[in-house]
Protein backbone atom coordinates (compact mmCIF):
# COMPACT_ATOMS: atom_id res chain seq x y z
CA UNK A 1 0.00 0.00 0.00
CA UNK A 2 2.83 2.18 0.71
CA UNK A 3 4.36 1.62 -2.94
CA UNK A 4 0.73 2.57 -4.39
CA UNK A 5 0.53 6.02 -2.11
CA UNK A 6 4.36 6.55 -2.87
CA UNK A 7 3.38 6.20 -6.98
CA UNK A 8 0.25 8.88 -6.70
CA UNK A 9 2.07 11.00 -5.13
CA UNK A 10 4.60 10.90 -7.65
CA UNK A 11 2.25 11.05 -10.59
CA UNK A 12 0.43 13.98 -8.67
CA UNK A 13 3.51 15.63 -9.51
CA UNK A 14 4.26 14.85 -12.88
CA UNK A 15 0.53 16.05 -13.44
CA UNK A 16 1.61 19.38 -11.95
CA UNK A 17 4.82 19.35 -13.74
CA UNK A 18 2.77 18.98 -16.52
CA UNK A 19 0.15 21.40 -16.35
CA UNK A 20 2.52 24.10 -15.65
CA UNK A 21 4.51 23.69 -18.64
CA UNK A 22 1.50 23.78 -20.61
CA UNK A 23 0.33 26.76 -18.89
CA UNK A 24 3.40 28.77 -19.41
CA UNK A 25 4.29 27.35 -22.89
CA UNK A 26 0.28 28.37 -24.39
CA UNK A 27 0.76 31.86 -22.88
CA UNK A 28 4.33 32.50 -23.88
CA UNK A 29 3.10 34.67 -27.16
CA UNK A 30 0.56 36.58 -24.75
CA UNK A 31 3.38 39.46 -24.18
CA UNK A 32 4.34 39.41 -28.15
CA UNK A 33 0.68 40.02 -29.08
CA UNK A 34 0.15 42.61 -26.28
CA UNK A 35 3.76 44.49 -27.37
CA UNK A 36 2.42 44.36 -31.00
CA UNK A 37 -1.09 45.66 -30.64
CA UNK A 38 0.24 48.94 -28.50
CA UNK A 39 3.20 49.83 -30.88
CA UNK A 40 1.95 48.62 -34.30
CA UNK A 41 5.51 46.93 -35.51
CA UNK A 42 6.12 43.77 -36.42
CA UNK A 43 9.51 44.71 -38.80
CA UNK A 44 11.70 42.29 -36.50
CA UNK A 45 9.44 39.56 -36.34
CA UNK A 46 10.03 36.57 -38.78
CA UNK A 47 6.91 36.30 -40.61
CA UNK A 48 8.61 32.32 -41.76
CA UNK A 49 8.78 31.17 -38.16
CA UNK A 50 5.11 32.32 -37.61
CA UNK A 51 3.38 30.54 -40.27
CA UNK A 52 5.27 27.25 -39.33
CA UNK A 53 4.02 27.69 -35.39
CA UNK A 54 1.04 28.28 -36.24
CA UNK A 55 0.66 25.29 -38.91
CA UNK A 56 2.36 23.06 -36.02
CA UNK A 57 -0.39 24.33 -33.65
CA UNK A 58 -2.88 24.12 -35.51
CA UNK A 59 -1.63 20.01 -36.76
CA UNK A 60 -1.31 19.57 -32.40
CA UNK A 61 -5.26 20.65 -32.46
CA UNK A 62 -6.33 18.40 -34.87
CA UNK A 63 -4.45 15.69 -33.17
CA UNK A 64 -5.76 16.64 -29.74
CA UNK A 65 -9.24 16.84 -31.51
CA UNK A 66 -8.41 12.96 -33.40
CA UNK A 67 -7.55 11.63 -29.63
CA UNK A 68 -10.15 13.59 -28.03
CA UNK A 69 -7.68 15.00 -25.28
CA UNK A 70 -9.13 18.19 -24.04
CA UNK A 71 -6.58 19.87 -22.17
CA UNK A 72 -4.53 19.27 -25.43
CA UNK A 73 -6.83 21.22 -27.06
CA UNK A 74 -7.49 23.95 -24.89
CA UNK A 75 -3.81 25.11 -24.80
CA UNK A 76 -3.59 24.38 -28.71
CA UNK A 77 -6.91 26.71 -29.36
CA UNK A 78 -5.73 29.24 -26.93
CA UNK A 79 -1.97 29.18 -28.53
CA UNK A 80 -3.49 29.51 -31.47
CA UNK A 81 -5.69 32.63 -30.95
CA UNK A 82 -2.54 33.99 -30.40
CA UNK A 83 -0.07 33.21 -32.58
CA UNK A 84 -2.40 33.61 -35.52
CA UNK A 85 -2.88 37.11 -34.19
CA UNK A 86 0.84 37.58 -34.03
CA UNK A 87 0.48 36.39 -37.85
CA UNK A 88 -1.80 38.54 -39.04
CA UNK A 89 -0.58 41.09 -37.73
CA UNK A 90 2.77 40.80 -39.80
CA UNK A 91 0.83 40.38 -42.65
CA UNK A 92 -1.17 43.78 -41.74
CA UNK A 93 1.55 45.73 -40.84
CA UNK A 94 4.39 44.57 -43.46
Known amino acids: MKIFSAIIRYM ?3 VVLGLIAAVLTTFSSLP ?3 KII ?8 SLGMY ?3 VTGIILWLV ?4 IKDLPLIAANIISLIFTATILCFKIKYK
Open 12 to 14: NYI
Open 38 to 45: KIKETRDI
Open 32 to 34: QVI
Open 51 to 53: ILV
Open 63 to 66: YGLL
